[in-house]
């Protein structure tokens, strides 16, 4: 089941924020988040907040939770619009849960409402999450007409035994279909999201892979290490020995067989996670959560994040579209970050791009460690003379824990 949301300050019943959010905010890009909480079956690995029709019964329906995102895109606006913010959407992203289960009417009313209320910048990008089962055709030219621009399939893996360990539905050659699909619907910019390190996987399968994603002719694949988290069906089978979890060492290298393959496939890193075609291919909308930048949250247990002001929603689609209906954020918390919180998290981040993290950021212990990290191999020691920390190959592997070190 879904995680527990963290504690904090309570968040003002008009959703109101303090100055200090608003403070330089014309030189931040502004993003919209939607959550889509429901899916048609909870894969075993998952603990994000999504909800199958078992789990909810009548409490909750796509219908309400659509009433209820666009109350709140409304509350986005005033919120924004009452302190003289007239920045427009740079990116909009619908995550979830699955995305596609609520068809392109239901999707392209949400984005028309962001337009209509925040308006979207000429050049706006526009990503929808997919699953490949519940994605067709249709739905595909649906949602290039209604504006989206870009689309990200959960993919994971194309060996059905891997499949089967993640209790994924779809088949193995689906993604790969679904890819073709978009592209006749006009979408250019197409990612693939692949797992990697599930029990049971070799080395091989997850080449195997790598090289369907890559023939499948997309711009962009994303590839993430499985994290067992606590309370999901597979954490309970790995804590009784019914699935083995692979070494480190063994995550490790398939970490470098991707960035191998992928880069000699022409998809060059631009986040640890993240491979691109070129500038264009990279989500823009990602980018701006590792920047830094301002994001609004629509949705149950979507956080927020405008000017060093964090807010996270209630959780569950009834409690979510209650408050909504009674004119009340949905907010469950919040909390205001001071400047050491801000600067701590722009390392985290920023340390994760290609682009890498200015070395002003760090305080002189971090400027030393940086240059020890380069003599280990850890970091650019070309991009780091001209004030920049990158993270090497060998780096990205040791990503966090460098990061660590650098907040010296």
């Not at 070309?382 to 990158?390: D, H």
Request: a negative charge.
């Amino acid at each position: 089941m879904p995680s527990t949301l963290p504690e904090g300050d309570p968040v003002p019943a008009d959703g109101s924020l303090p100055e200090q959010a608003y403070l330089g905010s014309a030189h931040r890009a502004l993003s919209i988040y939607l959550h889509v909480p429901f899916c048609a079956t909870r894969c075993g690995y998952c603990d994000f907040n999504t909800y199958t029709a078992g789990e909810l019964g009548s409490s909750a329906s796509p219908d309400s939770w659509y009433d209820a995102a666009l109350a709140e895109i409304d509350l986005a606006a005033r919120v924004l619009r009452a302190h003289g913010d007239q920045r427009a959407v740079s990116t909009v992203f619908v995550g979830g849960g699955t995305p596609s289960l609520m068809g392109a009417a239901r999707l392209g009313g949400l984005l028309a409402r962001v337009d209509a209320v925040l308006g979207l910048t000429p050049d706006a990008e526009v990503t929808t999450e997919a699953n490949p089962e519940s994605t067709d055709p249709a739905l595909l030219a649906g949602l290039r007409a209604a504006g989206y621009t870009r689309l990200s399939l959960g993919m994971q893996s194309t060996d059905p035994g891997v499949l089967r360990a993640l209790e994924r539905t779809h088949t193995p050659g689906r993604p790969l279909e679904v890819v073709g699909w978009a592209r006749q619907a006009g979408f250019e910019h197409v990612n693939l999201d692949l797992i990697y390190g599930t029990p049971g996987e070799t080395d091989q399968q997850f080449a195997d892979s790598l090289s369907a994603a890559i023939g499948a002719g997309v711009d962009h694949v994303s590839a993430y290490s499985l994290i067992v988290e606590p309370g999901t069906r597979m954490a309970r089978a790995v804590r009784t020995g019914r699935l083995p979890m692979p070494a480190e060492d063994v995550l490790a290298d398939r970490y470098l067989i991707a960035d191998r393959m992928l880069t000699d496939a022409g998809l060059a890193w631009y986040e640890v996670s993240n491979w691109a075609a070129d500038d264009a291919a990279r989500c823009r909308h990602n980018l701006a959560y590792w920047r830094g930048d301002d994001w609004w949250g629509i949705g149950p247990g979507a956080h927020s994040h405008v000017g060093g002001v964090r807010w996270w929603n209630v959780k569950h689609p009834h409690a979510y579209a209650t408050a909504l209906q009674q004119g009340r954020s949905p907010g469950y918390a919040r909390e205001v970050l001071d400047d050491e919180a801000r600067r701590t998290e722009d390392i985290l981040l920023r340390l994760r791009l290609r682009e890498g993290l200015p070395l002003r950021r760090l305080t002189d212990a971090g400027r030393a460690e940086a240059a020890a990290a380069a003599v280990e191999g850890l970091l650019d020691p070309v991009t780091l003379a001209v004030g920049t920390a990158v993270l090497t190959q060998r780096g990205r592997l040791l990503a966090d824990g460098i990061a660590i070190r650098l907040l010296d």
